[in-house]
C-alpha cells in the first residue's frame, strides 16, 4: 500500500488550495477529485475572489488545479469510497482500484444540490430540470425558464441565463432574497426577470420533457426549463462511517485549525460546519487544514519513530 502524509478527498477550491499547500510545504500529497474544481466550476463569475476582479468559475477551476500540479500535486480523478483507521498511526483510504496508507487524511467533500421531492423531480431530471444554468443555459435561447430558490445563486444563475433565456421567473417561497446587495441591484434592473414570491412549485410536468409547472396554489405555468438553487447537502457518508462528528446538518464540526474530532482528520470548504461558505473560505480552509497536517507528521510521535 503506498504510504502518504496527506489524502486529500475532494478536489473543489478547498482541496486543491490544500493540495497546493501541503505539496508546497513537502507532504506527500494525493488528492480524489473526481470533478477537479468542483462547484466552482459550474459558476457563471466569480466576481469576489480578491485580487482578481472576475473570472469565470472554470477558468478559477482550472487555476486552482493547474496551480496545485504545477508545485508537483499528485491528483487522481478517482472516487474515495472508504476511509478507515489501519491502526494506532494510520488511516486506509480506499477507492474503486486500490487501497492508500495516510498519516493524516483531509475531508474536502463538498456538498450535493438540495431536491425538493416533488412529482415529475426524478422524471424530468436532465430532460428540462437542471441544477446548473452555466452548463444548460444555452440549451433556452429564446426561451421561458423559471428558477427556484431566493439565494445568490439563484440570483446570479437567473442573472446568466437571461443571456440566453427571453424570460426568466425566480420562484421564491418567501418574500424576500437572500443575495449579495450588488446583485440584487443587478436583477431588479433586468427586464427580463420576473420574480415571485410567496410561491412554492408542487409538480413538474412534461410528456418526454419539462413543458410546465404546478404550484402549491394549484395554478399552472408553461414553461421550457426548470433550473434549481435551492442549495446543498455537505457530503459527508464517508466521514460519518470513519466516526468524524458532525452537526445536526451533517456538517463536519470543526475547530479553527480544521481538525475534526478524529486524530489527524482535518475537514475544509462546504463539508463542514463554517456559517459562511464561499470558494475563497473554502480555499482558505484548506490551507489552514494542510499547514496543521504537516505539523500532525512533524510532530506526531508515531511518525518521528517509523
Ligand atoms: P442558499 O442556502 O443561500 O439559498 C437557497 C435558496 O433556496 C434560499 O432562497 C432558500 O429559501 C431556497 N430554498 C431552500 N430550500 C427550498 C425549498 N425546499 N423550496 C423552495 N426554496 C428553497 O444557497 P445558495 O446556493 O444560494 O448559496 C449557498 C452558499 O454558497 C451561500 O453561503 C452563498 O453565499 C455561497 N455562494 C458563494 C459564491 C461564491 O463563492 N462566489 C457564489 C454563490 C453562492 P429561504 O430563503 O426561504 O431559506
Known amino acids: 500500500m503506498q504510504e502518504y502524509d496527506l489524502i486529500i478527498i475532494g478536489g473543489g477550491s478547498a ?24 462547484l466552482i466550476t459550474t459558476t457563471h463569475l466569480v466576481e469576489n475572489w480578491p485580487g482578481i476582479k472576475s473570472i469565470s468559475g472554470p477558468d478559477l477551476g482550472m487555476a486552482l488545479y493547474e496551480h496545485a500540479i504545477s508545485v508537483g500535486a499528485e491528483i487522481k480523478t478517482e472516487k474515495a469510497t472508504k476511509v478507515e483507521k489501519l491502526d494506532d498511526c494510520f488511516y486506509k483510504v480506499i477507492t474503486g482500484s486500490g487501497e492508500y496508507k495516510a498519516k493524516t487524511v483531509l475531508f474536502a467533500t463538498g456538498t450535493v444540490h438540495k431536491r425538493l421531492g416533488i412529482p415529475g423531480e426524478k422524471e424530468f431530471e436532465n430532460k428540462g430540470l437542471s441544477f446548473c444554468a452555466l452548463c444548460d443555459g444555452s440549451f433556452y435561447k429564446g426561451k421561458h425558464v423559471i428558477i427556484v430558490g431566493g439565494g445568490d445563486s439563484a440570483v446570479k444563475e437567473a ?11 425566480m420562484i421564491v417561497r418567501k418574500d424576500v432574497l ?13 427586464s427580463k426577470i420576473e420574480v415571485k414570491y410567496q410561491t412554492e412549485l408542487m409538480e413538474i410536468l412534461g410528456t418526454d420533457r419539462v413543458n410546465g409547472v404546478r404550484f402549491k396554489n394549484g395554478d399552472e405555468m408553461p414553461v421550457d426549463g426548470i433550473f434549481y438553487a435551492i442549495g446543498h447537502n ?40 463554517a456559517g459562511f461558505k464561499q470558494a475563497i473560505t473554502g480555499s482558505a480552509e484548506g490551507v489552514t487544514a494542510a499547514y496543521y497536517a504537516y505539523h500532525t507528521c512533524n510532530e506526531n510521535a508515531c511518525f518521528n519513530q517509523k
Request: with cysteine; net charge negative.
Open 178 to 190: 437572500r443575495a449579495e446587495p450588488i446583485n440584487i441591484k443587478l436583477l431588479e434592473s433586468n
Open 234 to 273: 455537505a457530503q459527508t457518508d464517508i466521514a460519518k462511517e470513519l466516526g468524524v462528528a458532525v452537526n445536526e446538518k451533517s456538517e463536519i464540526i470543526v475547530n479553527r485549525k480544521a481538525e475534526t474530532n478524529l486524530h489527524g482528520v482535518y475537514a475544509a470548504g462546504d463539508c463542514d460546519d
Open 159 to 169: 442573472l446568466f441565463l437571461t443571456e440566453h433565456a427571453s424570460k426568466v421567473t
Open 15 to 38: 482541496g486543491l488550495s490544500a493540495a497546493m499547500y501541503g505539496t508546497r510545504l513537502g507532504l506527500k500529497t494525493l488528492t480524489f477529485a473526481e470533478m477537479p474544481g468542483g
